[in-house]
Each structure stands twice: as C-alpha cells, then as structure tokens.
C-alpha cells in the first residue's frame, strides 16, 4: 500500500506534476490549486489535500474541498469509489456487531449474548453524539471509527476495525484520515490515540497520516 501525506505549502510543484500526466481529467484540482494554493481555511476553492506516495513521489491525490466535494485524481489506486461519514440509521446494527468484533480482538471480551447489549449500548451513544465513522468502498461498508472523546478542539480515535477478509487495503488508513478530515472542517486542529505498540501495520499507518510517538498509555481492565 501507499503510504499518506497531507500536503501544504511547498508540496505545489510536486502535485501538479502529477496532476499534469493526467490533464484532461484534472482541472478541478489544477485549477483550484494554481488559484487557492494548498493550505486549506475553508475559503472558496480551498481543499484539504492527501497524497498517496510511493517511492516519495505522488501517486494519487484527493481534495475534500470547501463545498464539501471530495475530488480524486488515482489512476493506479481507485479500484473503488471511498466514502466516510457517519453511518445512517438502517447501517447501526452491523457497527454494533463490529463495536462487539472490535471489544473481543483488541480489549480481550468475551463473546456471546452478555457482549451484545453492552455493545449496542456503546453504538447507540457513539451515534447519538455523531462520533462514529463508516468508510464503504463501492458502496459497501469496510471499516469503521470512533471519537471515544471530543472536545472543539482536540478529539481522541478510540476504535478502529476493519473485518480480517478486508484488511491490508489501507481501509483503516483511510477512515481515520476521513473522520480526521472532517473534524478539522468543524475547527477540529488536534488528534490523539492509543494502540498496540506490537501490531505493527496500526503503527505504520498512524505515522503515514502524521501521527507522532509522544508517550505511553496503559490500559488495565479489571475482572469483576
């Protein structure tokens, strides 16, 4: 997989060199780029831009811009259209069973009907305060999120999961960096996490989209 970069000023020559191989299916983004530069602040034509590198040079590239529009410029990367928001009424059942999926894989719980209420409970409230994030890829769901705490400026990733048939695609990449996205259109500036310090692919992908090692956290789960 392609590692991620959000790119700002300095990153122009680059982008639109690549931009350039494909002119007849990019001018949204030269233009919007050339005009608006890429350091986003919400103004007209602005966008926020997250390169796909490979061997350091851009492979592909995707505006969330300041209408809301997501523009996409991957020729070698786009087997399938990505979307992340937050998950619709009708989408809730399969999250809470993943919410169930996720607590037995990375917290040691015990499956069976005692995990399913409290696991519904956990995926009613995360809904109710618009912290879930669904990513679907061609129009099915493939990952998921969640902001386990918010405050206007800073938000913590408290989950992430993606079922084992779908891994290694760069899913769990890709939805952090949507629900992060998003966040920062709402004034959101900060991010923070926590995972295993063993699972190296988390690792990876948590330092392809900017994250930095700054400490360690224990969690220690009491038995009742």
């Not at 986003?40 to 590239?61: F, R, S």
């Not at 990367?77 to 607590?103: D, I, K, N, Y």
């Not at 879930?132 to 918010?150: E, I, K, Q, T």
């Not at 920062?184 to 992908?205: I, M």
Request: net charge neutral; hydrophobic share 50%; with cysteine.
């Amino acid at each position: 997989m392609p590692d991620l970069r959000l790119l700002g000023a300095g990153d122009e020559a680059a982008l639109d060199a690549f931009l350039a191989r494909h002119a007849d299916s990019s001018m949204f983004l030269r233009s919007n780029a050339r005009a608006a530069g890429l350091v986003d602040a919400g103004a007209p034509m602005q966008a926020t831009y997250v390169a796909a590198l490979e061997g350091g040079g851009i492979v592909g590239v995707a505006a969330h811009c300041w209408n809301g529009m997501v523009v996409v410029q991957a020729p070698a990367h786009a087997a399938g259209a990505l979307s992340c928001r937050h998950p619709e009424e009708r989408e809730l059942e399969l999250l809470m069973e993943w919410r169930g999926c996720f607590s037995i894989e990375a917290l040691g719980a015990t499956g069976g009907p005692e995990l399913r209420a409290p696991s519904r409970a956990d995926g009613r409230l995360l809904h109710q305060r618009g912290a879930y994030w669904l990513l679907r890829a061609a129009d099915a769901p493939v990952s998921y999120s969640f902001f386990n705490a918010m405050l206007p400026e800073i938000v913590q990733i408290g989950g992430v999961w993606t079922p084992p048939e779908l891994r290694g695609r760069g899913y769990a990449r890709a939805v952090v960096a949507g629900s992060l996205l998003a966040a920062r259109k709402q004034g959101v500036g900060r991010a923070v996490l926590f995972a295993d310090p063993l699972n190296a692919s988390a690792k990876r992908a948590y330092l392809a989209l900017g994250f930095r090692i700054v400490g360690d956290y224990v969690l220690v789960l009491l038995a009742g």
